[in-house]
């Protein structure tokens, strides 16, 4: 019995023993891959530098190569052509054209608006149809109004030849200030001008003192005769009469607030088979009547 404890213990202490050895193995193989893992976690944090990279000849040359401040700082911020809807790179230049009223080359544009016109052929294609732009024989880009004018002499003379009227939105870009000149010949009373509802905009007419048709004797003392009453809702009334429709109001119609109404108290409905009278504790404070007369 004592050999098979004797066996046993040796057996258990050579198990402990190898166990303790391969611990210490462990224990040193875990600083060297710690250490490794630490600094691959370093080369790629945020505050890591990337490694220097090679010079590339296809690069755009900097300011201390020879060229320009100003061409590398446009080559710099200009955008490739498919980066900007072509909608906003055409209307960028026509409004740099309106506001600036000159002919200008294609580089002019380019360092203006930031747009290649000759090197983009989409920008260019649609410049080439629109209706607003004047592309020069010299290759020049021109703002090209509805109507050529210069001065409110010419917006006067436009109107005198327009006996049927000329939209005022349609000369409102003709040059600058020409908003300021229509309303000047408004005030001088040069012009008639008239709201157009349906086209949301003002029509101006020539006024001329010869009259355009030659009235009669009769239509004048029917004019004369006809009496319009005093009162406004006679004469709207007087108008449906007529079945003449009413003009459409330039200014919207003001809304009338009614004062609230009063709201009335509902009578609330009495149940008599659960009605009971305990709001009335007075009736409960002496005995119990035997009968009710």
Known sequence: MSNKLNNALELWKEKMALQQAQSVK????????????????????????????????????????????????????????????????????????????????????????????VGNKELYDVLAINPKI??????????????????????????????HGVMAGQIKDAYKGVSEDVKRLKEEGKVWCIHNASEKDDVLFPKDATPLITLTQDLVDLWHATKVPEDPAQV??????????????????????????????RKRAVNLATATNQHMPELFAGAMPLQID
């Open 26 to 117: 462990r224990a040193e193989k875990k600083p060297a891959s710690r250490k490794s893992g630490a600094a691959s976690k370093a080369g790629s944090g945020r505050n890591s530098k990337p490694p220097a990279a090679a010079f590339d000849a296809t690069m755009p040359p900097g300011p201390a190569t020879g060229q320009s401040k100003q061409d590398w700082r446009t080559a710099k911020v200009q955008k490739p052509a498919s980066a900007v809807p072509i909608g906003k790179q055409l209307k960028d230049v026509v409004d740099h054209l309106e506001s600036s009223r000159k002919a200008l080359t294609a580089e002019e544009l380019r360092e203006a608006v930031q747009h290649d016109v």
């Open 134 to 163: 004047r592309i020069n024989p010299d290759g020049r880009y021109e703002y090209k109004p509805s109507h050529e004018l210069q001065n409110v002499d010419e917006v006067l003379t436009l109107v005198s030849k327009h006996p």
């Open 236 to 265: 709207i009334e007087e108008l449906q009469k007529a079945k003449l429709p009413a003009a459409p109001r330039k200014v919207a119609r003001k809304r009338v607030v009614l004062p609230p109404k009063e709201s009335k108290k």
